[in-house]
Every structure is written in C-alpha cells, then in structure tokens.
Nanobody
Framework: QEHLVQSGGGLVQAGGSLRLSCAPS????????MGWFRQAPERERSFVAA????????DYADSVKGRFTVSRDGADNTLYLHMTSLKPEDTAVYYC?????????????????WGQGAQVTVSP
C-alpha cells in the first residue's frame, strides 16, 4: 500500500522553529500535488500549505503566511514544512498529503494519500 511517512515535530517554545518531513514509502509522487494540513484538539482538520506537482506554485493559509515555508525535494519528492516564529495556536497534529492533479490543492477531498501525522506542541 502506498503511503507517506512523516518525521519531525515535537515540543518547542513560542518563537521557536521546527521542520516536518514527508517521504513517499514506495513510489515517487513527482506527478502529484502535495500539501500540509493540521488538526488542533477538538477542531476539524484545516489547510496549512500546498505545493503544485512541479513545485512552481505554492499557497499558504493566512494564519501561517510569512512564518511557514513548504518545499519539495525534486530528487526523491520528499515534502518539507519549515515552521518559524511558532505560536501556541500552531499546536496541532500535522498531516502531509498527496493528490492527483497539478495543484496546489486546498481541500482534504482532493488528496488521495495521507501521512500518519506528527504532533507539534508550542508552549507559551
């Protein structure tokens, strides 16, 4: 079964930085758009960032613009989310995803494959 394997995350103080990674477990996702979502406690999963299949177009949620950077490694198509100036409200489980199409894709139903999730906790 194809899936995405996440790494990174953890506990950081407000103002700190973290990087999340998302690597395909078997096949490459070079023809897929990819993205990041997050789910805070007792809230629905929400869009964070998305990158087109070629990496040329990137979109961010307003809440993370200027603080988060999404990128993908062309060689093995690993997806990254570099998070800076973290705030307590960024605390959530973060999920990577890959979907058919050029992208960027902004909605959960547009994605076909998901990572297992990574906890990010930002203390005040």
């Amino acid at each position: 079964q194809e899936h995405l394997v996440q790494s990174g995350g953890g506990l950081v103080q407000a103002g700190g930085s973290l990087r999340l990674s998302c690597a395909p477990s078997r096949r490459t996702f070079n023809a897929f758009a990819m993205g990041w979502f997050r789910q805070a406690p007792e809230r629905e999963r929400s869009f964070v960032a998305a990158i087109s299949w070629g990496g040329g177009t990137i979109d961010y949620a307003d809440s993370v613009k200027g603080r988060f950077t999404v990128s993908r490694d062309g060689a093995d198509n690993t997806l990254y989310l570099h998070m800076t100036s973290l705030k307590p409200e960024d605390t959530a489980v973060y999920y990577c995803a890959a979907g058919h199409g050029l992208g960027p894709l902004h909605h959960e139903h547009e994605y076909n494959y998901w990572g297992q999730g990574a906890q990010v906790t930002v203390s005040p």
